[in-house]
């Protein structure tokens, strides 16, 4: 009765310590991209507002799940905290030192082992998808050239499991803010973030829970990135000539 007693008394707190930490951070970073970076947001109309919501982006940076799960989500996360993403996040990363554990836990992040061969991970992430929205980098790895990479299984694997509604995402211009070996944000960037409409693979959950079928339902969502990026390109260019057009200046630049 205790223990039951401890645990109910634990999960309050963190529930309470969860929705200070993570909305005010939220916020900080919101003002960050609103007022310090000029940022385009396309297509929240196709996010739903429930559990069981899976983002699935390009990788820029280690601060690229700010942008796409606030964005996304925010200011309803303010009334609805349940809608506050989770984020698996790399454990030699985000959880070195109890204080920075602390404070990524209750930022709803979840420990990935080096190595990204994690059983125990997947199964935390499935749960999680039941209670709220998550996002997560099928690349698994930062690009280092802006180039999209391919996806890994591990993403498929939870798909499968799980069967969420599936939003790809493409974000763009996060490697400008913050650059390779950078540390601190710059200001004064574009950012671009596209959530496309939500995706349906059934066909894929048909042919049962295999890594050959993972590998493949994961390449269709990174195609779908894929298209998001070459629409924020050509959006770019539009935006450009529109500024070449009020200040012929600029084209020479």
């Not at 990788?59 to 989770?86: E, K, N």
């Not at 836990?105 to 935390?124: E, V, W």
């Not at 509604?165 to 973030?193: E, F, H, Q, T």
Request: proline residues 7%.
């Amino acid at each position: 009765m205790a223990s039951s007693f401890k645990k109910n008394i634990g999960q309050i707190i963190w529930s309470i310590s969860s929705y200070i930490v993570t909305n005010l951070v939220t916020i900080c970073w919101f003002l960050f991209f609103r007022f310090c970076n000029k940022t385009t947001i396309l297509g929240k109309e196709n996010i739903p507002l429930k559990p069981n919501t899976l983002l699935l982006s390009n990788h820029q940076t280690m601060i690229d799940s700010f942008p796409v799960g606030l964005f996304a989500f925010f200011p309803y996360t303010l009334i609805r905290p349940s809608l506050i993403p989770w984020n698996p996040a790399a454990e030699e990363n985000f959880f070195g030192s109890p204080l920075v554990a602390w404070l990524f836990s209750n930022m709803k992040c979840i420990p990935i082992r080096p190595g990204r061969k994690d059983s125990g991970a997947l199964f935390k992430m499935a749960r999680a998808l039941k209670c709220g929205p998550m996002t997560i980098f099928p690349e698994g790895t930062r690009s280092r050239n802006g180039v999209i990479g391919k996806g890994r299984g591990g993403a498929g694997m939870l798909i499968l499991e799980t069967q969420p509604a599936i939003i790809p995402v493409c974000i763009s211009g996060m490697d400008s803010v913050l650059p390779i070996g950078a540390v601190v944000p710059r200001i004064g960037k574009k950012v671009y973030i596209s959530y496309g409409k939500p995706m349906d693979l059934s066909m894929y959950y048909e042919r049962g829970k295999s890594k050959e079928v993972a590998v493949a339902l994961v390449a269709h969502i990174m195609d779908e990135i894929r298209s998001l990026n070459e629409e924020i390109e050509d959006l770019k260019k539009n935006h450009q000539q529109e500024q070449n057009k009020a200040d012929p200046s600029l084209a020479d630049h």
